[in-house]
């Protein structure tokens, strides 16, 4: 699933809770990460974090070609 970062160890992640996507946000603060709310829309998420600040994290461990 997809995952942001934004400012001040904040993290926003794409969950499946209960058969509905959700989005999880937490932060992280002196190596712990805090649960601080879920959003089930883009209006919610707007109400703890500025979307503009977020960076989206891509995973790139697996998808290296090798040379052949």
């Known amino acids: ?3 942001w970062r934004g400012p ?7 969950i499946v809770l209960n ?3 959700l989005y999880k946000i937490s932060q992280m603060i002196k190596g712990h990460r805090y649960f601080v709310a879920y959003a089930h829309d883009v209006d919610t998420l707007t109400k703890h974090v500025e979307l503009a600040d977020l960076v989206e994290v891509i995973d790139l461990r697996g ?3 090798t040379a052949s």
């Open 1 to 3: 699933m997809a995952i």
């Open 8 to 14: 001040d160890g904040l993290i926003v992640e794409i």
């Open 19 to 21: 058969r509905s996507p």
């Open 63 to 65: 998808r290296r070609q």
